[in-house]
């Protein structure tokens, strides 16, 4: 089992940066693919980004490709999103998931932190 907390979220304007961080317990953290996902109000919960246990590998949301970042730090037992370029519909609750296989559908995975607002101004 592990827990994940995140943390970094915040209020931006468009065209901003912003970096959310996930740090999990347990000392299997590189076992599991990590995964970020967000929710808007009012709107499912979608895929933003996956990242491998490795790291090797990336997976990202169509609309996010090219100005977000995953990135995961397996001794720190930490994964990151980077948000460049930021829009305001990217305003969301984020957060990350961990799951022994790669998937873009939330119900795949097993563990979830407790999510960080994100809010993009225009």
């Known amino acids: 089992q592990v827990q994940l907390v995140e943390s970094g979220g915040g209020l931006v304007q468009a065209g901003g940066s912003l970096s959310v961080s996930c740090a999990a317990s347990?000392?299997?953290?590189?076992?599991?693919?990590m995964g970020w996902f967000r929710q808007a109000p009012g709107k499912e919960r979608e895929f933003v980004a996956a990242?491998?246990?490795?790291?090797?590998?990336?997976y990202y949301l169509d609309s996010v490709k090219g100005r977000f970042t995953i990135s995961r730090d397996n001794a720190k037992n930490t994964v990151y999103l980077q948000m460049n370029s930021l829009k305001p519909e990217d305003t969301a609750v984020y957060y990350c998931?961990?799951?022994?296989?790669?998937?873009?559908?939330?119900?795949?995975?097993?563990?979830w932190g407790q999510g960080t607002q994100v809010t993009v101004s225009s």
């Open positions: 998931a961990a799951n022994w296989r790669l998937s873009r559908d939330p119900t795949d995975y097993d563990y």
């Open positions: 347990g000392r299997t953290f590189s076992s599991y693919v």
């Open positions: 990242i491998t246990r490795s790291g090797g590998n990336t």
